[in-house]
């Protein structure tokens, strides 16, 4: 038996990811450490999307390889789509890295922690087309709440993005997969579900009946006991039809926010960056969904300096987001991607980009704090997460809020919060741009 370490870098998908190596490790024999020092193996499981993503992994796998220098650590096996991407570079350039492993054999990772143990040098790349392979996980986030995957790659094949080349084709899970998943979480003590793909809006499209399945999975989701809260990530604007629509508006389990990355709102920039639609289906989409979904907050994601962003352009998305008045916005600079299309054509520089991106986080911020300066005076229902020692405070969410996403609620007491109890919170003031309250009753 030998202590393997995990570090698991990028989003949510990737985190599923690191938390079924870790249990098909201890299903292995293996011991899986809370930690890294003292371990045997360090598995660092990457992400490679975008230039601040791969100095990120680049930096903690020479952090480990200090450590490695120091007898604190063993092996070093780095997985994920850093490797994908760089399968010859990184134990080329890297050369304190013992191995590597491609987004297509996350199930081979007990094979090649043993090969390292034995003294091999391990790259291991096959097909990343295939199904996933079914395992159960280790959950590393808090009990209450848990990602759940429901497919893999994805095939928008979006100008700028890199996805398609490093985790393939889009493949659904079966839902009896999911939902198997789904009632263990829930036995588990788990309360809230987050829902989670490169596109989750096509889930089932790649089945032979080319069927839309997302509204009946959500349905056959929110009928499982114990799961009160289902929250769906990453939504593409154009898959979003009215039977989706319905159930998310008609499920009170699933909460009233709608992650739905957009990316920009001009119809040339979306049609160079083979984005289906346009800036007017946008507004109509989100006219819509307001409309048929009362008290719905939506998150998108936008990108600066995308090749054809002049002033104009800018302008018309600052002015878009203006009108639009999305409660979450994320803004990003655009980041060429080597292999893609866009990568080639002409953009603004970085500067300018990042220039602009922080130009977006200023329109937002005036958002966020009209939205939040509206709460005041509101009972609202909140998750609680935890218990801030610095602050001496318990903290936790509201609908509108995604873990390590969006913002918190500080929640003012003289009792115990144990995290994953649902209560209710008078708002009555803002803490830099979190809201604040006091407790008013338990809810759940």
Same mark, same amino acid.
């Given at each position: 038996m ?9 989003c ?6 690191? /938390? ?27 992400c490679?999307?975008?230039? =601040? ?15 490695? /220098? ?27 890295v ?8 996350y ?6 922690? &043993?090969?390292?143990?034995?003294g ?5 790349f ?5 199904? @996933? ?11 209450h ?6 497919? &893999? ?8 993005c ?5 985790r ?9 997969d ?18 989670v ?8 499209t790649?089945?032979? &009946? ?5 509204? /009946? ?43 739905i ?13 083979n ?33 054809g @962003? ?12 203006? @009108? ?13 991607e ?26 937002q =911020? ?47 007491c003289? @009792?115990?919060? =144990?995290e ?21 009753? /338990?809810?759940?």
């Amino acid at each position: 038996m030998a202590k393997i370490g995990f570090i698991s870098l990028g989003c949510a998908k990737n985190q599923v990811d690191c /938390e079924r190596m870790m249990y098909r490790v201890q299903e292995a024999g293996h011991e899986v450490c809370a930690g890294i020092e003292g371990c045997d193996v360090v598995v660092i499981n990457t992400c490679g999307f975008i230039d =601040s993503a791969k100095t990120e992994a680049i930096d903690y796998i020479l952090m480990t390889a200090q450590l490695k /220098e120091a007898g604190a650590v063993g092996k070093i096996l780095v997985t994920g789509c850093l490797s994908q991407r760089y399968q010859d570079q990184i134990l080329e350039e890297l050369p304190e890295v013992d191995g590597v492993l491609g987004t297509g054999n996350y199930a081979d990772i007990v094979g090649a922690i &043993e090969a390292l143990l034995e003294g091999q040098t391990v790259a291991v790349f096959g097909s990343i087309d295939e199904p @996933e392979q079914e395992t159960g996980r280790i959950v590393t986030t808090p009990e209450h709440y848990a990602f759940i995957k429901i497919a &893999e790659g994805c095939d928008n094949r979006c100008a700028y993005c890199v996805i398609p080349y490093l985790r393939g084709k889009f493949r659904s899970r079966q839902m009896d997969d999911v939902l198997y998943e789904a009632r263990l979480l829930a036995s588990s003590g788990v309360k809230e579900l987050i829902v989670v793909a490169q596109d989750t809006s096509r889930y089932g499209t790649d089945f032979p &009946e080319h069927q839309r399945l997302l509204p /009946e999975l959500l349905r056959q989701l929110c009928q499982i006991d114990g799961i009160e809260w289902v929250r769906i990530h990453y939504l593409y604007p154009d898959e979003i039809d009215d039977a989706l629509i319905d159930v998310i508006a008609g499920e009170p389990k699933i909460v009233k926010y709608l992650d739905i990355p957009i990316q920009h709102c001009n119809s040339q920039i979306l049609k160079r960056m083979n984005r289906r639609g346009d800036g007017a289906y946008l507004r109509q989409l989100f006219a819509k969904l307001r409309g048929r979904i009362p008290g719905l907050v939506l998150r998108t994601s936008v990108i600066t300096g995308l090749p054809g @962003e002049g002033e104009e352009e800018f302008t018309e998305l600052c002015d878009f987001l203006k @009108e639009m008045k999305l409660e979450r916005v994320g803004a990003f600079p655009f980041s060429p991607e080597e292999g893609t299309p866009a990568a080639e054509m002409e953009h603004p520089d970085l500067e300018v980009a990042q220039s602009r991106a922080a130009m977006i986080e200023t329109i937002q =911020s005036r958002i966020m704090d009209t939205y939040n300066e509206a709460m005041i005076g509101q009972k609202i229902q909140v998750l609680v997460d935890g218990y801030d020692e610095e602050f001496q405070q318990y903290f936790g969410r509201t609908y509108a809020d995604s873990p390590d996403i969006d913002g918190r609620v500080w929640i003012a007491c003289d @009792e115990d919060l =144990s995290e994953g109890r649902f209560v209710t919170v008078c708002i009555d003031s803002l803490v830099e741009g979190d809201l604040a309250g006091y407790l008013v009753e /338990e809810t759940l």
